[in-house]
């Protein structure tokens, strides 16, 4: 088992990716490869203290795609980017995997170029474990695609419905999706039409949620388009953020405010520990022939060592087929409407 | 100065809109008509304690709207619908401007029925006032739209920008459009064309912004599509209240957690209160030629009461004329391509 990881994607990279694919690598004992600048990444695996007890390989890439680069224009421009290295590990059978947090959009043209799409799938989806008020659900799409039509969402309920069950253990996972309230009348012209599709499959479709339902923990599985998978991720994240600030800023106003926050130090940072993304490590990208995991842009050491983590263990279950059998049973297939 | 309020609109009427909206009208001291089923407002008022003291209208309308209707079969069917009367009577001058807690779309569908568009504006947008790290901002469209073009968002970005100038007291507001990612290049076909069109208006175009960054106060008005909006609005709300029961769940667990929730309680209600959308009250519906409130579905009193309130200020303040002559400023007009 092997797992190649896009040592320059990243807003910490490839330092904080080296670090935490490393103390992956180390404690699940698989085997390593760090794709990126030669001698830099050397150097940071050497500051890792990595190496000598781990199967660790370097393969050189010198090209990087930065995260504010127009994916197309990029991966023109750098054919021998980390991250299509990396995925080219994975097609020629010498990783079982891949890890990038760089540039989303870089790894998504990557991935769908390199490995190529599963039968019955037309567009490939992120999708992101969030935490509910009890447990996790699976958002699907979170940022692959800008635009998509409702056979799509189908085949992105039918692929997160899989990895709800392979990943969560969810045995027979509540499909849902995303809409503005929760009537099946409701919502734009490709919500209506999905609800329509969806409700003919065999998933577990339990009908429309609202975005105020998100965390509530109705349904194991969301569906959406990947802007508004992104952007209520994003808005998410930036809102968890500025509630702990505020928070912060309101308990240090009084003495009973700093007092009670010294008692409840721990339950926050638990509270906070059940909210950070890094804990979830990394989104897998369904619906491309290969396992790709991409991690969060501002990935610290433990969001790579978890995506890393996860990356391995989704390879050990051999996901990809899994998936590739659950889209074949799939019963909307939009090969005549794409 | 006379308000009128549909008081058969939203989850919790008519029993919280007509409390919430006598005691607006007892403190500030204008004239308050109540539209909807006479026998049971009257009912409700007398409750309330209302109606010697304050200047009380009560216009009878037979027909609701139900938040789970189809917006226009549901005007169709019901052609004296509460929040159509009281829209009605903006029109004819016999009120300075109208608030309904009931369903969105039937309330955007009849202010633009009944009081037609401003000039150079194609479309109405809601505009929502959200809390930052700094203050406030106007995030436009949150929800009157279910998809526009990139034309549309200028108009919204003009008309925010009056409604934070006016309502917020900020003199040349921060306008940014949100987005996926910062850059101008990145985001979908629309955000990059109107980001093109922002530029060369006179606005105080910052730029794109981050879902992410949403709260975080870098801007005074936040456009977007109604879709997007209204996702981010009603993620951030079912956030807060998830928050709200983790932290609960979190310190409820241990001795030191609930002894310092005791000392922070204060601090908890604040943070609350500065979060909590029924202190914002309702959402103008920017770009009809008439003024109309549109409050939570969910409004407790207190959110009808705030609601009734601005409806008040921004009618003293001629809001509806002002908004007029910042458009006709409008660098950009979508007459050619809408």
Redesign the interface.
Known sequence: MRIAVDAMGGDHAPRQVVEGAVAAARRLRFGLTLVGAAREVEREVARAGGGSDTDLRIVDAPDVIEM?D?PIAALRRKPRSSVKVAAELVASGEADGFVTAGNT?AAVMVAHGVFGMLRAVDRPALATTIP??TGLAVLADS?AN??CRAPHLVQFATMGACYARIAHGIREPRVAL?S??E?A?????LTREAHQLLKTTRLGFIGNV???????GTADVIVCDG??G??????????????E???RQ??S??I??R??????????R??RR??DYSEQGGAPLLGVRGLCIVGHGRSSPKAVRNAVAMAHRLARQDFIAALQQDLESLTVSSAATS
């Open positions: 504010g127009v959009g509910t008020l940022g800008l635009g995303l503005i309230g009537e009348t409701k919502g734009s012209e609202d975005a105020r339902e998100v965390y509530g802007i508004i992104n952007v209520a991720l994003k808005v998410s994240e930036g809102l968890v953020e500025a509630m600030q505020l928070l309101e308990v106003r009084t009973g405010g007092l009670g926050y010294l008692f409840a130090r721990r339950s926050f638990r509270l059940r909210l």
